[in-house]
């Protein structure tokens, strides 16, 4: 019988201390929705939280503690108040929006720590967490 070429293998596997190292970088800029909860949910909330949608999602529907900055306003006069050594979590609306990673690549390059969290507030709102907003539950879950 002929062997199948692997897509799966086409490309070869890094080593187990190449593929630690990614995991571990990967997690020291995303955070997600489950951990980012249960800090907050047992008073571990030394970050700051925020929302990077637009002031009318915000509005709507945010993570309670949440602040809004939304991504395109990110800048050195707009964080003048935050402390460089606090880390920043932040959140758009889901897997598919690239907001937050522009929030962050934004924060980062102005000297702060920041991680992203992932699955934003669609999924802090699939896990059945609490929201505040004039529209709460009830908002759109996308912008």
């Known amino acids: 019988m002929p062997q199948l070429f692997s897509l799966v293998l086409e490309t070869p596997p890094a080593s187990p201390?190449?593929?630690h190292r990614h995991y571990m970088h990967k997690?020291?800029?995303?955070?997600?929705v489950a951990d980012v909860h249960y800090d907050m949910k047992h008073g571990v909330n030394n970050f700051?939280?925020?929302d990077v949608?637009?002031?009318k999602a915000y509005e709507e529907c945010h993570i309670p503690g949440a602040i809004n900055l939304p991504s395109h306003e990110i800048?050195?006069?707009t964080t003048a108040s935050f402390s460089k050594d606090q880390l920043i979590v932040v959140y758009c609306w889901g897997p598919a929006c690239n907001g937050g990673t522009k929030?962050?690549?934004?924060?980062s390059g102005l000297?702060?720590?920041?991680k992203e969290m992932l699955g934003g507030i669609e999924y802090w709102r699939k896990e059945g967490n609490d929201v505040e907003g004039t529209l709460g539950?009830?908002?759109?879950?996308?912008g």
Not at 27 to 32: A, H, K, N, P
Not at 103 to 107: D, H, Q, T
Not at 137 to 142: K, N, R, S, T
């Open 17 to 19: 201390e190449v593929t």
């Open 27 to 32: 997690l020291s800029v995303e955070t997600d």
């Open 48 to 50: 700051l939280l925020i």
């Open 53 to 55: 949608r637009s002031a």
């Open 75 to 77: 800048n050195e006069e």
């Open 103 to 107: 929030g962050a690549a934004r924060l």
């Open 111 to 114: 000297g702060f720590k920041v």
């Open 137 to 142: 539950h009830q908002a759109p879950l996308i």
